[in-house]
Nanobody
Framework: QVQLVESGGGLVQAGGSLRLSCAAS????????MGWFRRAPGKEREFVAA????????AYADNVNGRFTISRDYAKNTAILQMNSLKPEDTAVYYC????????????????WGKGTLVTVSS
């Protein structure tokens, strides 16, 4: 089992920044691809970003590419999503995810989910 706990959500004005963290516990952090998803009000959950086990590969959804950066801190067993130039359409509950495969996570094939943290971007 892997437990994932997100933090860092909140209210921010358009153009601002937020940094989300996902603390992982349980099985070995480096065994998993880590990712972030989000669900906006009235919409399906969507992929946001992923980072490979070793941290050398990343992937982003087109609508966040260039504004969001995913990283991981092995010493703290934490996955991080730095979000810059936020837009009102980024408003959503953001979920941390752990998966066994880099291709899998982009297909929503996730082994473990966090409970989510709310990000609200005001215009």
């Amino acid at each position: 089992q892997v437990q994932l706990v997100e933090s860092g959500g909140g209210l921010v004005q358009a153009g601002g920044s937020l940094r989300l963290s996902c603390a992982a516990s349980g099985r070995t952090f480096s065994n998993y691809v880590m990712g972030w998803f989000r669900r906006a009000p009235g919409k399906e959950r969507e992929f946001v970003a992923a980072i490979s086990r070793g941290g050398s590969s990343t992937a982003y959804a087109d609508n966040v590419n260039g504004r969001f950066t995913i990283s991981r801190d092995y010493a703290k067993n934490t996955a991080i999503l730095q979000m810059n130039s936020l837009k009102p359409e980024d408003t959503a509950v953001y979920y941390c995810a752990a998966s066994s495969g880099f291709a899998s996570i982009r297909r929503n094939d996730v082994d473990y989910w966090g409970k989510g943290t709310l990000v609200t971007v005001s215009s």
